[in-house]
């Protein structure tokens, strides 16, 4: 999905510009695709027009969730409410490496962060945007990039970095890391 909407926008650019895309993510409150784009984040409106979405900041990882959009920037998370596109607050977490990966579960309120560097990943407490709170939940050898919540099994599904790059899960009842399957290929960006 990411994939195809990816290429769609590319494909619709006006006005604005895309130079170096990182994240894309679909905010239903304004029918629209959010995309980071170096370190600004454009919003591609439904009819393809472009425009930047505030002063925001991201370079890596975003999630829309609950009204609010959450993006990466550089060892922080930023919240900015979607409808004013205004920053509510910015959480910066300590010791992190290179934080990149995003998932979210809007139920729960919380965020997973990959951290590529440390081998990390932390879960963030957003059920206040304006109040967030980190902490870190698993240690995982190796550098975890892409990862994604699956609400079936309650777990996150994190993609590695390296050769042979394998498929780890994070079973959220008690944030034990294991592996899925060892895919053969090398470098997993995204999942």
Known sequence: FVLIALTSIVSGSFGQSYSSIES??????????????????????SNGDLSFFGDARANYGMEVMNGTLFGIYNSSVRAYDLETEELLSTLSISGTSFLNGMASDPATNRIWITDFGNGEIHEIDASDPTDMSAMEVAD???????????????????????????????DLSDY??????????GNIDGI
């Not at 784009?37 to 591609?44: C, K, Q």
């Not at 892409?146 to 899960?169: F, H, K, P, V």
């Open 24 to 45: 894309v993510d679909y905010d239903p409150t304004q029918n629209r695709f959010l995309v980071s784009n170096g370190t600004s984040i454009i919003a591609r409106a």
């Open 140 to 170: 995982i050898s190796g550098s975890p990039n892409g990862i994604t919540y699956e609400a079936a099994n309650d777990r996150c599904l994190i993609g590695m970095w390296g050769n042979n790059a394998s498929i780890r899960e994070m």
């Open 176 to 185: 034990t890391v294991s592996t899925v399957i060892s895919t053969g290929l």
